[in-house]
């Protein structure tokens, strides 16, 4: 099992930026496809954006042009930048092995109000 801390969550207006972070307990990134998910309140947690071991990403429609996935394999993370936000992407953010039985971490809360 590999424990991953996501953080860099918060409150911001509608329009406004966030970037998210997420550390490994061990070095997997260059090894591992990574995802970011998020969790709106009452729905399923939902894939938004993932990257390759070798650092192709991807993304959901609804976030597509507006969010940036990138990796440093030297720092053993991964992010998340955040842009022209809506108050549809509140929910919390969690990052883990893409496609994989890992638990999943605490995640960080991110509030877009209108």
């Known amino acids: 099992q590999v424990q991953l801390v996501e953080s860099g969550g918060g409150l911001v207006q509608a329009g406004g930026s966030l970037r998210l972070s997420c550390a490994a307990s061990?070095?997997?990134?260059?090894?591992?496809?990574m995802g970011w998910y998020r969790q709106a309140p009452g729905k399923q947690r939902e894939l938004v954006a993932a990257?390759?071991?070798?650092?192709?990403?991807s993304y959901a429609d609804s976030v597509k042009g507006r969010f940036t996935i990138s990796r440093n394999s030297a720092k053993d993370a991964v992010y998340l930048q955040m842009n022209s936000l809506k108050p549809e992407d509140t929910g919390v953010y969690y990052c883990n092995i893409f496609n994989s039985g890992n638990p999943w971490g605490q995640g960080t809360q991110v509030t877009v109000s209108s």
């Open positions: 061990t070095s997997i990134f260059s090894v591992n496809a």
């Open positions: 990257i390759t071991s070798r650092g192709t990403p």
